[in-house]
């Protein structure tokens, strides 16, 4: 008897056209990732485009480094503003997330800090504001932050966390400390939220380092480690530039193993007790 070949349902003309139509979705997929990443890059870049204020007595420098998750784009940001009464604003945050949502939010909290310090300057009551804010837009994101607020006149620096990392603080005399002030909850998560504030008077010469967690903490380095290797090079360039300080420090994120994003703000301040002497003698 013989036996007859027969044709498997639906042909290879089939299974090429499914091929077809499966690489297609692929590549769509793949164009609308990289669209998204590069508009979060985009607003990202935007944000931190900002020029940090300069003063005689206090020079600001801040550094980024992006996410290595390849497409992910992070929500890290700095920055640094004149306030109507004089005194200079400075935060940093962390916007939860790696996507464009996170980066669309970085910029809006940015922009609720500077408008809430257009209202009040004090740290403690811009988060709270900028907190409550941020739980009526219900983005279901929480952002962690730190806000100072410098004031040249009495050479104060006064500054309220809400949930972020704590800040390290080194003068040129030897001194060194891992600012462990007490802070509030992350930004969005709960209405009426109370943000404790801090005051320190600013003399001779030192720096001031706010930093991303991604700086600092991976999936085998501790964040107390990472924060130890901030207080070394702080405490050993008090005199350096600050730029050159926060290009050594953002590198301490090569030592984590991170996949997330990472951000530096460098704040010196240098003889000030002798500007203050002639302002006084003036």
Request: aromatic share 4%.
């Amino acid at each position: 008897m013989a036996h007859r070949h027969t044709t498997p349902s639906g042909g290879s003309g089939d299974l090429l056209q499914t091929l077809g139509d499966l690489t297609g979705r692929i590549l769509d997929r793949i164009k609308f990732q990289q669209a998204r990443v590069e508009l979060a890059a985009a607003l990202q870049r935007q944000v931190l485009a900002a020029e940090l204020p300069v003063l005689p007595c206090l020079h600001a420098a801040g550094r980024y480094a992006p996410a290595r998750a390849g497409l992910d784009i992070g929500g890290d940001w700095y920055d640094g503003f004149v306030m109507p009464d004089g005194s200079v604003g400075f935060a940093i945050g962390d916007v939860q997330g790696h996507d464009v949502e996170a980066a669309a939010l970085m910029g809006q909290v940015r922009t609720c800090l500077r408008a809430v310090a257009i209202a009040t300057t004090d740290p403690a009551e811009v988060l709270r504001r900028t907190n409550d804010l941020l739980v009526d837009m219900a983005s279901g994101l929480f952002v962690t932050c730190t806000f100072l607020r410098f004031d040249p006149l009495t050479n104060e620096l006064t500054d309220a966390r809400a949930g972020h990392v704590p800040a390290v603080w080194a003068a040129a005399d030897g001194r060194c400390d891992i600012v462990l002030n007490e802070g509030g909850l992350p930004l969005g998560i709960q209405a009426g939220e109370s943000y404790p504030s801090t005051s320190r008077k600013l003399t001779d010469v030192g720096v001031f380092v706010l930093v991303t967690d991604g700086l600092v903490e991976g999936p085998s380095y501790p964040i107390d480690e990472g924060l130890d290797r901030v207080a070394t090079l702080a405490g050993g360039a008090c005199s350096d530039d600050p730029d050159e300080l926060a290009a050594k420090i953002i590198k301490v994120a090569d030592s984590t193993g991170h996949s997330d994003d990472a951000a530096v703000l460098v704040l010196r301040y240098g003889r000030l007790r002798e500007r203050r002497a002639r302002q006084d003698e003036g």
